[in-house]
Nanobody, 115 residues
């Protein structure tokens, strides 16, 4: 089992940057595929970016070139660097860990992009 705690959200102006962190505990972090999802009010939760245990990454088209997902297995942490933020990036961002058909979610962190 994995426990996940996100941090780093907040209020930022359009064009600004934020770095989200997701700290994992309770299992062998390096074996898990990790993902960042987001859910805006009135919308379904969507995958933003994910990274495999081997380090391969994948991004939704709307964030390509602006967001970067990375992981530090020594620190049991996955990051989401978000640059050139837009108002439409406003959402609650969730971290997810996946392995052997089981998924674990964090509690989420709010990101608000507004002037």
């Amino acid at each position: 089992q994995v426990q996940l705690v996100e941090s780093g959200g907040g209020l930022v102006q359009p064009g600004g940057s934020l770095r989200l962190s997701c700290a994992a505990s309770g299992s062998i972090f390096r074996l898990y595929a990790m993902g960042w999802y987001r859910q805006a009010p009135g919308k379904q939760r969507e995958l933003v970016a994910d990274i495999t245990s081997g380090g391969s990454t994948n991004y939704v088209d709307s964030v390509k070139g602006r967001f970067t997902i990375s992981r530090d297995n020594a620190k049991n942490t996955v990051y989401l660097q978000m640059n050139s933020l837009k108002p439409e990036d406003t959402a609650v961002y969730y971290c997810k860990a996946d392995r052997a058909a089981r998924g674990y979610w964090g509690q989420g962190t709010q990101v608000t992009v507004s002037s």
